[in-house]
């Protein structure tokens, strides 16, 4: 099972950008379709992007679509989320994980530690 650890969170104006990392152990990374979801306050769970084990094929959550972009790098074994023209409405904790790309988007899974992102108005 691979092991997950999300990084790059922190306050950032609106209309700014951050780039989250998401570092995975373990020598399957390349097996696995990866994502990326969000809790806001008293909220549940969301999903925001996700990224085959190719690369080849990324899907976006219509309220994070052309703002933000999913990438994998199998030599670091590690996922990205540019989040670039952010907005308060963004802010949350955001968590990463690994699955088979059938349930990526569910979010129905255990959830790790996350990395949070506060954008001020």
Known sequence: QVQLVESGGGLVQAAGSLRLSCAAS???FSSY????????????????????????ST???NSVKGRFTISRDSAK???YLQMNSLKPEDS???YCAAGPVATITSTSRDWG?????????
């Not at 379709?33 to 080849?56: D, L, N, Y």
């Not at 530690?113 to 108005?121: A, D, I, K, Y």
């Open 59 to 61: 899907f976006y959550a």
């Open 26 to 28: 373990g020598r399957t």
């Open 92 to 94: 949350a904790v955001y």
């Open 113 to 121: 530690q996350g990395t949070q992102v506060t954008v001020s108005s």
């Open 33 to 56: 379709s990866m994502g990326w979801f969000r809790q806001a306050p008293g909220k549940a769970h969301e999903f925001v992007a996700a990224i085959t084990q190719s690369g080849a």
């Open 77 to 79: 074994n590690t996922v």
